[in-house]
């Protein structure tokens, strides 16, 4: 059944839900409303203007965001979850994909367009070091070339000037791997569909048939993602960018907070609005965030009245941290077994559930001593801090498994799986012709089990059965492309995740982890998005939030002393309270498995 859209809606959301004409953006802080804003415009779009949904298109950043999304719209315009719509042809719901997804789909609709099957970084950076072998360079010097044709990727056309003749070399290598094999990296999406939007009569027929643009999290767009978003406007599009420049965060990948302001140049008639009201934090972790991080805009101000200050507490060695953040969770759920009643540590009548906390950690390497210590204590969790979703051995096998099947970079794949590749194709056909008709999967179920990949395990349950909603001709690498994706939003599992994954995220009770100098920030790294960074790790709270560091700590291979993050030291003491920790005896556990 349809809601009503504009229930519950302040004036400066109804104000951009309602806007019609020019481009807009939307300048939303942290739980202002964003997605709100976003779904009830096209809501409003469809029921109120009229509009064709087939003409309007939103683009996001993570498949979860977009899933989100098209389910909200679904709601609003009465239309059920709006699952079963995603990809048949006949749409009753607009476009609603990443920039990458957009990309390829757009690619495939173009006549005469040969398309190729996109690749991870992680195939992507292996390539670069089969370049690096092919010319007896030196593999250590893989990563920065890797980077170096990322960087020439985010300009077009692409361009290594400036680069020496190794560097060069190994980029022509590399591309001439792709199109020997039929590939594309992430970049050459963007790329290729930006060259084919440079054809005017591309892009006058993609202007008419989607004439209402809609980008979320603008503040994360890349120069080349930037530019395509140019191509994508024409002059009578009514586009808008829904984004803050204070959680602007992905410097690694070129995106910056400057792309907004010249979004304002490049379409001088931009409406601009501000949403100031934050419905998930209380005002205490706001105004403490505010002081990390002088913030653009206007200051936010909480609809919240909790008044709950943040929990600070340090450690000798980041082993007692680990244990103290355990033995807190448990307390908080109720404890997990026996022995936690028996030493105090299930306690309290008002019990949350392990999906509404969240452990926060600068490095990856900082979870494995958390994940440790839950593991001990039987708590179940989940992980989502990887750099390549797909990089696990099982996850990797099942996605070259899951292309042979799509009939996707076939060579490519039957090479880079364990074993003879002859075998694997054989065996893949065999059981294709033996299961014909079965969807896909089952036939993934089949092959894993063949394979000895255990297919009751959580994790690879999670992943087939996202594979079952999604488009039937979408490739893995699409499916899972970013950390968030692997995700299970519903589960009963803390979520362990780096700070740069939980962007976009929200629980009600979060943990910071390693808040030390040259953590927190990153020793060498740009100091203002260190803040930014900060800033979104405090602003994913919405009831409780701890900050937690310790006096030493293994780093690069050696033990050093650390200091309190000077980030805290400019919290006003008002809006915090340091907690004294009294160790307990260590005891042993049964080990819990991970999720992820």
Request: hydrophobic share 40%; charged share 25%.
């Amino acid at each position: 059944m349809a809601q009503d859209i504009y229930s519950s809606i302040n004036p400066a959301q109804l104000e951009a839900v309602r806007h019609e004409g020019g481009p807009l953006m939307v300048v939303a802080g942290p739980g202002t409303g964003k997605t709100r804003v976003l779904t009830s415009r096209i809501a409003h779009m469809i029921k109120a203007r009229r509009i064709c949904p087939e003409q309007i298109l939103a683009i996001t950043f993570t498949n979860q965001a977009a899933s989100e999304i098209l389910k909200r719209v679904s709601k609003w315009l009465g239309l059920g979850s709006g699952q079963d719509t995603i990809g048949q042809h006949h749409r009753v719901i607009p476009t609603v994909a990443t920039f990458h997804g957009w990309a390829l789909s757009y690619l495939k609709s173009l006549p005469g367009i040969q398309t190729r099957a996109p690749i991870d970084q992680r195939d992507a950076k292996d390539i670069v070091r089969e370049a690096c072998r092919h010319y007896g360079i030196p593999t250590r010097k893989a990563k920065g070339y890797y980077q170096a044709i990322s960087r020439a990727k985010q300009q077009f056309p692409p361009s290594m000037e400036g680069e020496g003749e190794e560097a060069r070399a190994v980029f022509a290598y590399y591309q001439d791997y792709l199109a020997r094999f039929r590939l594309w990296d992430f970049d050459d999406l963007i790329l290729e569909a930006l060259r084919m939007l440079h054809d005017g009569e591309n892009a006058r027929e993609f202007r008419m048939k989607s004439p209402f643009i809609l980008v979320d999290e603008f503040q994360d767009v890349s120069p080349a993602q930037y530019q395509l978003t140019r191509s994508m406007a024409g002059t009578n599009s009514e586009i808008t960018v829904i984004g803050d420049p204070n959680q602007a965060i992905y410097g690694f990948r070129m995106a910056s907070p400057r792309f907004l302001k010249d979004f304002a140049i490049d379409f001088p008639d931009t409406r601009r609005i501000y949403l100031s009201t934050s419905y998930r934090c209380p005002q205490v972790f706001l105004d403490a965030a505010s002081a990390v991080l002088e913030p653009e805009g206007e200051h936010l101000n909480a609809s919240s009245g909790i008044k709950t200050k943040i929990q600070i507490m340090g450690f000798k060695d980041p082993a007692r941290e680990a244990r103290w953040i355990a033995s807190t969770i448990e307390k908080l759920v109720g404890g997990m077994s026996f022995d936690s009643i028996n030493d105090g540590t299930a306690q309290g009548t008002d019990f949350r559930s392990l999906s509404d906390l969240a452990v926060l950690f600068r490095a990856r390497r900082l979870g494995k001593e958390i994940a440790k210590a839950l593991g001990r204590r039987g708590i179940p969790f989940q992980e989502a801090s990887r750099p390549d979703p797909l990089s696990g051995k099982d996850l990797r096998m099942l996605w070259r498994i899951y292309e042979i099947l799509g009939n996707r970079a076939v060579e490519h794949h039957l090479a880079r799986l364990p074993g003879d590749p002859a075998t694997w194709k054989a065996r893949i056909e065999k059981i294709s012709r033996e299961h014909k008709g079965a969807n896909r999967s089952e036939l993934l179920e089949r092959l894993l089990d063949f394979s000895g990949i255990d297919i009751k395990d959580p994790a690879i349950q999670g992943i087939l059965g996202k594979i079952a909603k999604a488009p039937e001709d979408w490739p893995l690498t699409l499916v899972f492309q970013r950390e968030a994706d692997l995700l299970m939003t519903r589960i009963e599992a803390v979520s362990l995740l780096s700070l740069h994954a939980s962007k976009g995220l929200e629980f009600p009770i979060v943990f910071i982890a390693g808040c030390e100098d040259g953590i927190i920030p990153w020793h060498g790294s740009d100091l203002e998005e260190e803040r930014r960074l900060f800033y979104v790790g405090i602003t994913r709270a919405s009831e409780r939030l701890f900050m937690t560091y310790a006096n030493k700590r293994m780093l690069f291979g050696k033990t050093v002393r650390a200091q309190r993050s000077r980030f805290i030291d400019g919290i006003p003491a008002d809006k915090f309270e340091t907690i004294k920790h009294r160790a307990r005896a260590r005891r042993k556990k049964s080990r819990q498995r991970s999720l992820f």
